[in-house]
């Protein structure tokens, strides 16, 4: 049996793009300066599907997003990438107030398939804008799924379960782990969205992490291997969230951190940990920890590798559960 | 392109429609028979039913949110039953309720108001490219004067230059935003004047009339279709009442005069379009009558329609299973 090919995780989105276009005529992608490609992971789309199905915009986030928002109600599927995750936020009324809402609002008549992508995260030193992870900010609203892969294989499943999904979808993916490598089948595939995945098994303590902290949870799992026994648990989707798996974790360890890369309050973590509290009360033995940012704005410089989660701090949460 | 007298007669039916639907709600709202707020288009139906009425089954259409679209309603032969179902919570209206004034008819390519005013500039670009992308239709996006402070406007005028796309930019400039007045809150007189900096052909028309309308969109439409890109249409109304039913009529902070009013009146559509039907013998007295009649009756069963059918009050469950797509 041969091995299954490595792909940096970059290059797992670009082959899902690149898959689904050809699959289907109706996908397209709209960005800035996505023809030429900001990150490799539209690299030479153009040259094969042309400027009409890779379509570069102006410097302008209403009109790029809805090139996409209304394409969609007039049936394409469209793919618009925002760059940097955080430059949603030029359109996020139209996402997070008309894209979300519009389907239950009208009826639920209409869908939106259509994909809002973007990267982030703290460790390049980009500052606020162009690092924070604006997972939870979307996931608030009922009506667009939200999801971010932590490995090659996720995000190539991941973002092909999104295109093909009928409502809209952000994807949203962490810069730390671009260039990752990890085996990804060649055949599409996909990761379906609303189901997390063991990705450790350990009988001592749950540890829910995602995208880039995922790696991190590794780090602390590998190091404390012999002495505390960490079952991983990556969500892959904030939206809808599947606690299910986390419950049926916390049977068997009773202890729970949760790794979410935002700030401490409401956020994915804050939501984790109520849901675990309101279903799974009988199954801890100890508080819930959560590891995040504290509530101050994710400062550039020198101060992410502190400010944001990192091994000591998980480190940390998790012998704190298990003392 | 002169109208032909069926084209006429077309328009004026309509108009009267618009105009018997839009005093149907200004009725219902002070009487507490509709659900939110209404801010009528009384005096200034023209320039939607101008628009609306010879566009293709496949163009796109926002409607301008005064008169919450009527004019466009009447002229894209919405069912007003259903609209009106809609506006009053009811298990017939065209969204199942959940809408009221933020109404929809998808099948009519009619996909949605909404209370942020200036939110269609997103979605045109979108609508706008995937009729280019299809071929043979359009995109005709009313709006009024004060929606052209978002800056989204701008881009949408942008992108639709950079990419020749078929949109009409069709401007209802009543002169008014709530309170403001246009000569407080733009630099410039005619809204119109933005396109310039774009490129973009435009034209400014008597919003009254509803024949110049008419030829004007109808030429608009051609251009679009033919691939030369968008055209920006003003169309130059009023405001007879108040921002919305209830509130005070104000300029600034100072009631508008009654003097004022009662010379705008003078414009009423309405009655310019009856004077010119009768002048042209494009309609006899008679005929009038019978379309007035006729108008009548329909806002009679659209509101039988309207107060027969259940209010909806689905479950939970029902509307957390409305929410995505399963």
Known sequence: ??????????????EAYRQEMERDERVFMVGQDIAGGIFPHTKGLVEQFGTDRIVDTPLAEIGMYGTAFGAAMEGFRPIVDFMFAGFFLNAASPIL??????????????SLPMVITGACGAGMRLGNEHAMLVHNMIAQVPGIKVCMPSTPYDAKGLMTAAIRDDNPVAFIWHLGTMMDRGPVPEEPYVVPLGVAEVKREGGDVTLVANGFQYKNAQIVADKLAGEISVEII??????????????????KTGRLVVVDESWESRSTA???AAQVVDRGFDLLDAPIRRVTIPNIPLPGGHMEPYVAPNPDAIEAAVRDVCR | MALGKEQMKLLYRNLVRADHFDKMMMNRIMQGKLIGFYHPGDGAMAAGVGASTFLGDNDILNPHHRAHGLGYAAGRGVDVGRYLAEHTGKVDGCCGGRSSFHWSFPEKKMYGASGFIGWHFCPVVGWGWACKRKGNQMVLMASGDGSYGQGGAHEAMLFAMNWKLPIVFFCENNGMAIHSTISDMHPMPDISSLAQGYGMPAVVID?????????TVIAAREHALAGKGPTFVEAKTLRLREHDVGTPDLARAE?????YLEELKKRDPVVLATTRVL????LTRKQIDKIYQEAK?????IEKFADESPVAQPSIEELLAGVYVA
Do not use: C, N, W, Y
């Open chain 1, 1 to 14: 049996m041969s091995e299954v090919r490595e792909l940096p995780l970059v290059e797992a989105i670009r």
């Open chain 1, 97 to 110: 107030a008309q894209t979300a809402q519009f389907r239950f609002i009208h009826g639920s008549q209409m």
């Open chain 1, 234 to 251: 990556d969500p892959r989707t904030f939206s809808p969230l599947d606690i299910d798996t986390i419950l049926k974790s916390l049977e």
């Open chain 1, 270 to 272: 804050s939501e984790i």
């Open chain 2, 207 to 215: 919003g009254q009339d509803v024949f110049a309308v008419a030829e």
């Open chain 2, 255 to 259: 009631p508008r005069e009654a003097a």
């Open chain 2, 279 to 282: 002048a042209e013998k494009v």
């Open chain 2, 297 to 301: 009756e329909e806002v009679a069963a």
